[in-house]
């Protein structure tokens, strides 16, 4: 009990909001990107492969990038990504406010964030949880981490779309992406003001093929992540749905679309809440939110009111929070720290790795079939997936496979001392 109310570190929260500020930006450019497509296109699909293009690098560059982090540091790593992708920002910034913005040039720019994404996941991850772990905070302040992560990313999609609904109205898309130039200071800054050298003193061969073992032999780790990768492929691919949806499918303007993910946002937060004062302790519950999210894009399918959708996404984002919290949680209160680099490196290949195809299946879905069949079609997928994964659950605790529950506590730090 005096674990639980142990304070997180000072470090930890100077971290956190600078964060903060930077994901701010990101989705007022993710906002402002999607709606510039779909200006230029007026094609689902066409949207669809650019997120596709942004997420790709992280399937092939997370796992290296862990290792990078091992290698050179996890601050040093992050520091020369963020610093790469405020000069990215900027540049794209003056490439729109020039008109010469193309959908060729959106899927370069799209695909070195997407680089530089990939290389700075990793390290954002274990930075976090090295820093929510310090000053006897521990394994359940890494857990407890992960809940008020997953609510400042989802307040930050909150007031980014929001913000950028109005700016690309009153001032254009560049506005938006000169915005998120600028909100990778704070973080810049936090990153410059940490001098001590956080790579691990003596580096493990084998730490990816240790960590991978390790998280594919607990099922505590192992569901969870599962149920990550089918929602991320049939279900969560916001920036591909909403946009998309609320074109199509609402026939609503950009202040619309920025509604429509503040919704996604604000449900979201209350699904960091939750995972923060209750963190996850079996599959299950990541397991129940992936079978709401089915739910939802049924709902979603059935409805053509902007009120209605915007109640759904709220519930949809809940879920979506839920999903990833606790996957987070599991990976980061499990994994003993000299692996939890290689770790958080598997755990954003699963993440991000599974946008590329869900987002394609995403436009192409509702590009091919409309809104309303895309969508029914795409939580019915979801139930399927989460059905097959409860009753492999259930049969490998049934049978004695892992550690399910009371052993998914055990403090790693606390066993290696």
């Given at each position: 009990?005096?674990?639980?109310?142990?304070?997180?570190?000072?470090?930890?929260?100077?971290?956190?909001?600078?964060?903060?500020?930077?994901?701010?930006?990101?989705?007022?450019?993710?906002?402002?990107?999607?709606?510039?497509?779909?200006?230029?296109?007026?094609?689902?699909?066409?949207?669809?492969?650019?997120?596709?293009?942004?997420?790709?690098?992280?399937?092939?560059?997370?796992?290296?990038?862990?290792?990078?982090?091992?290698?050179?540091?996890?601050?040093?790593?992050?520091?020369?990504?963020?610093?790469?992708?405020?000069?990215?920002?900027?540049?794209?910034?003056?490439?729109?406010?020039?008109?010469?913005?193309?959908?060729?040039?959106?899927?370069?720019?799209?695909?070195?964030?997407?680089?530089?994404?990939?290389?700075?996941?990793?390290?954002?991850?274990?930075?976090?949880?090295?820093?929510?772990?310090?000053?006897?905070?521990?394994?359940?302040?890494?857990?407890?981490?992960?809940?008020?992560?997953?609510?400042?990313?989802?307040?930050a999609r909150i007031l980014g779309p929001a913000v950028a609904g109005f700016?690309?109205?009153?001032?254009?898309?560049?506005?938006?992406?000169?915005?998120?130039?600028?909100?990778?200071?704070?973080?810049?800054?936090?990153?410059?003001?940490?001098?001590?050298?956080?790579?691990?003193?003596?580096?493990?061969?084998?730490?990816?093929?240790?960590?991978?073992?390790?998280?594919?032999?607990?099922?505590?780790?192992?569901?969870?992540?599962?149920?990550?990768?089918?929602?991320?492929?049939?279900?969560?691919?916001?920036?591909?749905?909403?946009?998309?949806?609320?074109?199509?499918?609402?026939?609503?303007?950009?202040?619309?679309?920025?509604?429509?993910?503040?919704?996604?946002?604000?449900?979201?937060?209350?699904?960091?809440?939750?995972?923060?004062?209750?963190?996850?302790?079996?599959?299950?519950?990541?397991?129940?939110?992936?079978?709401?999210?089915?739910?939802?894009?049924?709902?979603?399918?059935?409805?053509?009111?902007?009120?209605?959708?915007?109640?759904?996404?709220?519930?949809?984002?809940?879920?979506?929070?839920?999903?990833?919290?606790?996957?987070?949680?599991?990976?980061?209160?499990?994994?003993?720290?000299?692996?939890?680099?290689?770790?958080?490196?598997?755990?954003?290949?699963?993440?991000?790795?599974?946008?590329?195809?869900?987002?394609?299946?995403?436009?192409?879905?509702?590009?091919?079939?409309?809104?309303?069949?895309?969508?029914?079609?795409?939580?019915?997928?979801?139930l399927v997936a989460v059905l097959t994964l409860s009753l492999i659950g259930?049969?490998?605790?049934?049978?004695?496979?892992?550690?399910?529950?009371?052993?998914?506590?055990?403090?790693?730090?606390?066993?290696?001392?």
């Open positions: 009990m005096r674990a639980a109310a142990t304070p997180l570190p000072q470090a930890w929260r100077n971290y956190a909001i600078s964060n903060f500020v930077s994901q701010i930006g990101t989705w007022m450019q993710t906002t402002a990107q999607a709606w510039l497509v779909l200006d230029l296109t007026e094609s689902p699909e066409r949207l669809g492969l650019l997120v596709a293009i942004q997420f790709l690098p992280a399937v092939f560059l997370a796992v290296p990038a862990g290792k990078a982090a091992d290698r050179w540091g996890r601050r040093n790593l992050l520091l020369g990504a963020q610093a790469a992708m405020a000069t990215l920002a900027a540049s794209l910034a003056a490439v729109v406010a020039t008109g010469k913005a193309s959908y060729p040039v959106l899927l370069c720019f799209a695909l070195a964030f997407g680089i530089g994404n990939a290389l700075s996941q990793p390290a954002r991850i274990s930075l976090a949880a090295a820093l929510a772990g310090g000053e006897g905070a521990g394994a359940l302040g890494r857990a407890r981490a992960a809940g008020l992560a997953t609510l400042s990313f989802n307040l700016a690309i109205a009153a001032a254009g898309s560049a506005f938006a992406f000169a915005a998120n130039a600028l909100s990778y200071f704070p973080l810049l800054l936090f990153l410059v003001g940490r001098h001590e050298n956080d790579a691990p003193p003596t580096r493990v061969r084998g730490a990816g093929r240790e960590a991978f073992r390790f998280l594919w032999s607990n099922g505590a780790t192992r569901i969870p992540l599962l149920t990550v990768a089918a929602a991320g492929v049939l279900a969560i691919n916001v920036q591909t749905l909403a946009p998309a949806y609320a074109r199509f499918g609402l026939g609503i303007n950009a202040s619309g679309l920025g509604a429509l993910i503040g919704a996604v946002g604000a449900g979201a937060c209350l699904g960091g809440l939750l995972q923060w004062r209750w963190p996850a302790d079996s599959i299950w519950r990541s397991l129940a939110a992936a079978a709401g999210l089915g739910l939802c894009l049924l709902a979603l399918s059935a409805t053509h009111l902007f009120s209605q959708a915007a109640l759904i996404l709220t519930v949809f984002g809940i879920c979506s929070a839920t999903v990833l919290s606790s996957a987070a949680a599991a990976v980061q209160r499990l994994v003993p720290d000299h692996m939890r680099n290689a770790a958080a490196a598997i755990q954003v290949t699963i993440v991000l790795g599974t946008n590329p195809l869900g987002s394609l299946l995403t436009g192409w879905a509702i590009g091919r079939f409309g809104p309303g069949v895309a969508l029914a079609g795409l939580g019915a997928a979801t259930g049969f490998r605790r049934e049978h004695g496979d892992v550690r399910f529950h009371a052993e998914a506590f055990v403090d790693p730090d606390a066993t290696a001392r």
